[in-house]
């Protein structure tokens, strides 16, 4: 099935609009992983998006058993992203823990390179030439053909390419329409709101400046990790204009939320973090659902946020 395509950051790679977040996969039988892969792929989506973390690694092991017995799932179709840095009680952007951490991602996924590799969280103590040394030794010996982060700000990664050769293609940033400060803090410019606070140094607009495709995780989450916004009460406006937009398209108030994320034109991606087929099918259908600019604003204010 045709969806959307992104360009992503500098690879001249297209790929889907929204990609499988597998962190909640851990819990499927090797059987139930298999079918989950087939109905994203039958769907239109061919992109995972893993990390050493999730499931204690369960989710990449299940992932690799159920791909690599399937005959109908070639290896060179898929697109396989995963994450490092995050370790029990702190955060290792080592070259020693980058290339260990790679290591045991490829054998748990059954595969001989990643597509991408993320820095999945900023490490205080990182040494940028580790990181750099780390990159070239992925890169050199095949096990990694691209790089990013994830939750960086915009001079955190200013600092790693003064020393990474590699371009960093790629951001994963928390974005949803209740949590959107990287966009309100660009709306609500020398005011005295809340929004107007730069709680990430512009990283929207610097993400923009240099080709860095922003990918969106919990993209139906509310503040303060409260649980989805979709039917509650406490975004009842919000709801009430969902409601509103899915009739007038067809589609479901799950779609219409994710569309607004693919509305904005910096070409972000999904991460759709479900176990739900059924709702990850319902998020698919955002690629083929255009809200128009007037929509996306109200939307926006419908969720709370001001206009100056």
Request: aromatic residues 8%.
């Amino acid at each position: 099935m045709p969806q959307k395509q992104i360009r992503l950051g500098t690879t001249g790679m297209k790929t889907p609009a929204v990609i499988v977040g597998c962190m909640r996969l851990s819990e499927f039988s090797v059987q139930e992983m298999n079918h989950f892969i087939h109905t994203a792929v039958e769907n239109g989506t061919n992109f995972f998006d893993h990390a050493d973390i999730y499931g204690a690694g369960k989710s990449e092991e299940l992932f690799g058993a159920a791909v690599s017995g399937d005959t109908s799932l070639r290896r060179e179709d898929l697109i396989l992203q995963s994450k490092c840095g995050i370790r029990k009680g702190y955060y290792d952007l080592s070259r020693e823990h980058i290339i260990d951490s790679v290591d045991g991602i490829l054998k748990r996924l059954q595969t001989e390179y990643l597509d991408i590799l993320l820095l999945h969280r900023p490490d205080a103590l990182v040494e940028p030439e580790e990181v750099a040394a780390a990159f070239d030794e992925l890169e050199k010996s095949g096990k990694v053909r691209y790089f990013g982060v994830s939750n960086h700000k915009p001079m955190q990664i200013e600092l790693l390419k003064k020393y990474v050769r590699q371009p960093l293609h790629i951001n994963q940033l928390q974005y949803s329409i209740p949590v959107s400060n990287m966009v309100a803090n660009g709306i609500e410019v020398n005011m005295e709101t809340d929004g107007a606070t730069d709680r990430d140094g512009s990283v929207l607009d610097y993400c923009r400046l240099h080709d860095i495709t922003i990918q969106a995780w919990s993209p139906f989450q509310m503040p303060d990790w409260q649980g989805c916004f979709l039917g509650n009460e406490a975004y009842a406006p919000l709801n009430r204009e969902i409601s509103i937009l899915k009739e007038k398209y067809g589609v479901t108030d799950t779609a219409i939320a994710a569309a607004w994320i693919l509305r904005h034109p910096a070409g972000m991606q999904i991460v759709a973090g479900t176990s739900s087929e059924k709702r990850l099918k319902e998020i698919l259908e955002a690629e083929k659902t255009e809200l128009t600019r007037e929509e996306w604003y109200r939307l926006y204010l419908a969720a709370g946020h001001p206009l100056p």
